[in-house]
């Protein structure tokens, strides 16, 4: 079955273009029980420029996509782009997630608050940060983690400029890349573009490094399986998907969140602490 011929009761992502989208289908296999929705949003330019991914992530874009995840019945949507979202800073962001759930109907997050959260439940507050990006966007990745109190003790930028060009990187580039730019003082290395194909490759990429892994694909599916349970807990622990589907507990919210304060209004607001 297609992604987006999930049925009603599925978990709805939000994907710009068309790059590693296949990974959706990929993960929908690997956990078995689980159907999970791609709709594909307006790609107007493919560049990680600052420009160009407000573009992507603006407000008209993401309104239609999660208005067509509303008609798929989904129980939750995820704005399934990194840059696209981090670009917008913490506020931005968390105003880019209101208008989806609005669009939607549903409770909805980002891939940036996703890479958050999945820190915080794994316990870790040092990270490297293995980027595709140009240096000007990855260091406003690093910012976002920043203001969550998670620590980029290096980061490293490929200054890969279009995320097709990403997306035809193979299983060797990919490892290599999460090996090169490891750091000692690294609790985990987190790999920030959904553009990049990783799912099939975790348990090999935490493998390689010894720690915990986090990639766009990955912690974009599993904060829409948190969302689908009301934030309320992790996904059930699965093998395959690397520590963080592996890891049992309650999901955790970002520090200072309130259930109902208005998204955006403080900056310290995780999407999905909005529907709890």
């Known amino acids: 079955m297609a992604p987006s ?9 939000l994907y710009p273009g068309y790059s590693a989208e296949d990974d959706y289908p990929v993960i ?6 689980v159907r999970l929705a791609v709709v594909h949003t307006a790609m107007r330019e493919d560049a990680h ?5 407000l573009d992507i992530g603006g407000a008209e874009v993401l309104a239609e996509g999660a208005q067509r995840l509303r008609d798929l019945g989904v129980r939750a949507a995820v704005w399934a782009c990194t840059s696209g979202s981090f670009v917008f800073g913490w506020d931005g962001a968390a105003q880019q997630v209101a208008g989806v759930r609005d669009a939607a109907g549903v409770p909805a997050s980002s891939t940036s608050f996703a890479f958050v959260n999945a820190a915080r439940h794994l316990g870790v ?13 990855a260091e406003r990745f690093v910012e976002f983690l920043g203001r969550a109190g998670v620590e980029a003790v290096s980061l490293s930028c490929e200054g890969i ?4 060009e990403v997306g035809t990187l193979t299983r060797e580039q990919v490892l290599d890349l ?3 730019n490891d750091h000692p003082d690294a609790e985990a290395v987190l790999v920030p573009d959904t553009a990049l194909h990783t799912v099939a490759w975790l348990d090999e990429l935490e493998a390689r490094v010894g720690k915990p892994v986090l990639t766009a694909n990955q912690v974009t599916v599993w904060e829409g399986l948190c969302l689908a349970a009301n934030g309320a807990r992790a996904p059930r622990p699965r093998s395959g998907l690397g520590t963080l589907f592996a890891a049992r507990g309650p999901a955790v919210p970002v520090p200072g969140a309130t ?9 310290a607001l995780p999407p999905r602490s909005q529907t709890l």
């Open 259 to 267: 259930p109902s304060a208005d998204v955006g209004s403080s900056g």
């Open 178 to 180: 999460v090996a090169a």
């Open 49 to 53: 420029r600052v420009d160009a991914l």
């Open 28 to 33: 929908e296999r690997m956990l078995g029980d």
């Open 125 to 137: 507050t040092r990270v490297a940060v293995a980027a595709s990006y140009p240096a000007d966007v």
């Open 5 to 13: 011929d999930a049925p009603p009761g599925g978990v709805g992502f």
């Open 161 to 164: 400029v279009t995320a097709a």
